[in-house]
């Protein structure tokens, strides 16, 4: 027969249960002073230990509440019941040093030598209610996303219906014209093929990050926990890259747009060329792939003379397209000349190159070589920096060996020309 066990052991096991515990416990009386806390109670609300027994409940509770939760706790001692945690409500705690956070409270009750007692259990839930205020920060900027979203649709719409009736308009005007019939059907191979491109390349590039975008918007109504946070980070990412792409292909169509019409002002002026590069150099870094490296040289007078919005249009286009078509671990050489009459610039990549067959056709809308055909883009921006470089009164060439690399050579004027004024 197994002997009793001693009140000695219970009592120990009682103290050792007691303060291992992973929760705040306070015990009051019934006029709300604090007879026990356990070790973590201590130093959740950063009191020595031992130090909280003998203060008033209400020393734990922020000044505005005290008249409230007096009565709160007296009507309770009146009519004591146990209490979950988790009932929706919200309650604030207040540390020694006055710090305010929020917590969970459990309470209990139980009666010893004919005296009541409240048992209290806490849990500080500061790290739930900051991931809480990110989900609805987040809900937010979705709901933000799927507005410009709508606008961003409706404008490529516009965009694309408008295209569409220009080249329609363009076939009309050709089926029209017999007078010169090899001329005629020239133009018409030439304008098919040009919607051809067109519709192939919008198909592709408008859909690709719309369909990103919806199965991303999608997959996010799934992830409904805090523990889900890190993939609602990444679908959010994907849905931002993917706005800036639509956006980015859009005011390419745009420019375009705006050169054929004729709307694109030439406002040269002098500046500092080298401060220029540089500051295109630096807003690119972030482009820039693992161990990729950008440097830039410069000869002469670091003034020059012409627009520089039109010309950071080109130097970007240009330097965007080497580090795309480039590989990790690459450098890519910049060289800027400003002589007494002519402005150079050069830049060199180490990447995949252009067929030689391609060559040819670089600067005609919506061409795309052979061997990118995988790697995203609209076909139309060296065709708007060929047309910018003839508003700038300059020249740009190309050398570019398969596999090899490409280095692009653009010239205009270091000065003040008639043609400008």
Known sequence: ???PESSLNKDIRFEALFNSASLGIIVVDK??????????????????????????????????????????REGYANEPQARGMGIGMTLSAIKKDGTEFPVEVSLGHFKTDNEQFVIAYIADITKRKQNEEKIIRQQADLEAINEEIKKLNS???ATVHTRTIELQSTLNELEASKEELTISLEKEKEVNDLKSRFVSMASHEFRTPLSTILSSISLLAKYSTTEDQPKRDKHIDRIKSSVKSLTDILNEFLSLGRIEEGKVDVKPDSFDLTE??????????VLLKPNQNIQYTHIGSPTTYSDSNLLKHVIVNLLSNAIKFSPENSIINIESKVDDNTTTIQITDQGIGIPKSDQVHLFERFFRATNVTNIQGTGLGLHIVGRYVD???????????LEKGSTFTIQFPSKIINDFE
Not at 391 to 401: A, F, Q, T, V, W
């Open 276 to 285: 220029f590069m540089s500051n295109i150099i630096n807003e690119m870094n």
């Open 155 to 157: 404008n490529l719409e």
């Open 391 to 401: 508003l700038l009164k300059g020249s740009i060439k190309y050398n570019s060996e």
């Open 1 to 3: 027969m197994q002997a």
């Open 31 to 72: 006029n709300g002073v604090i007879v026990l806390a356990n070790h973590f109670a201590n130093q959740l609300f950063a009191y020595e230990p031992t130090s909280m027994v003998g203060q008033v409940l209400e020393k734990l509770i922020p000044q505005r509440y005290h008249h409230k939760h007096v009565g709160y």
